[in-house]
């Protein structure tokens, strides 16, 4: 079954404490993306991947760190947490074509304290 | 840079009646990629319709239908006899980029209620 897995689905830590979400595909996408979903604001993008090892910052990327050493992992690394950033986080993957839907995991509910 | 403006922010119609959710997107690049995706109370994120920049073709797909239109710059979703079903939040998304890197930009989704 084609899926993107993310772990953990609910997370709640404190303020500075390193944490990572892990985001995993088994359609060998190239294309993953992480996105925050916050009321009012939509979707927003963290960071995307073209491939391996080749990552680009989207709108939002303060606060975040990726990387992109296997094709069908892409983990959200946040280096020391703030509340500001408590949140849905969804990862997703898709073909680079752009002519692809996005296959979403199940997201991540982030609660930073 | 590019935008998507979903100016709608809540719609709320009775059963049975149709109802259009507005897209207007922003770009600058030539080749780009329009989605539309559903999320439902429960969470998930589900894929409806991708269109690319080259295929205006209207498409409909049962109740379902979208409007594209390059000169306005939108991509209207229209549903024909609305359901409860159809209680979502609709998100609009458009993925474009140039020199191999295509970032992803999403409006701020319209909330659907359909009343019974």
């Known amino acids: 079954e084609a899926q993107v897995t993310q772990n953990p689905r609910y997370l709640i830590t404190v303020t500075g404490k390193k944490l990572t979400v892990t985001c995993s595909q088994n359609?060998?996408?190239?294309?993953m993306s992480w996105y925050r979903q916050d009321p009012g604001l939509g979707l927003r993008q963290i960071y995307y991947?073209?491939?391996?090892?080749?990552?680009d910052k989207g709108d939002v990327p303060e606060g975040y760190k990726v990387s992109r050493k296997e094709k069908r992992n892409f983990p959200l690394i946040l280096e020391s947490p703030s509340p500001n950033q408590t949140s849905l986080y969804f990862c997703?993957?898709?073909?680079?074509?752009?002519?692809?839907?996005?296959?979403f995991g199940q997201g991540t509910r982030l609660t930073v304290v | 840079a590019q935008k998507v403006t979903q100016a709608q922010t809540e719609i709320s119609v009775v059963e049975k009646e149709d109802v259009t959710l507005d897209c207007v997107y922003e770009?600058?690049?030539?080749?780009?990629?329009l989605f539309w995706y559903k999320q439902p109370p429960s969470g998930e994120l589900v894929f409806l319709i991708r269109?690319?920049?080259?295929?205006?073709q209207n498409e409909i797909s049962g109740r379902y239908s979208w409007n594209f239109q390059k000169s306005t710059s939108s991509f209207n979703f229209t549903i024909t006899a609305s359901q409860v079903v159809d209680s979502a939040v609709y998100f609009c998304?458009?993925?474009?980029?140039?020199?191999?890197?295509?970032?992803?930009?999403f409006g701020t989704g319209t909330k659907l209620q359909v009343i019974p």
């Open positions: 359609m060998n996408h190239e294309y």
């Open positions: 269109r690319n920049s080259f295929d205006e």
């Open positions: 770009t600058r690049d030539t080749t780009y990629y």
């Open positions: 991947s073209m491939n391996v090892e080749v990552t």
């Open positions: 998304a458009l993925r474009s980029g140039s020199g191999g890197y295509q970032k992803v930009t």
């Open positions: 997703a993957s898709s073909g680079t074509g752009g002519y692809t839907e996005a296959f």
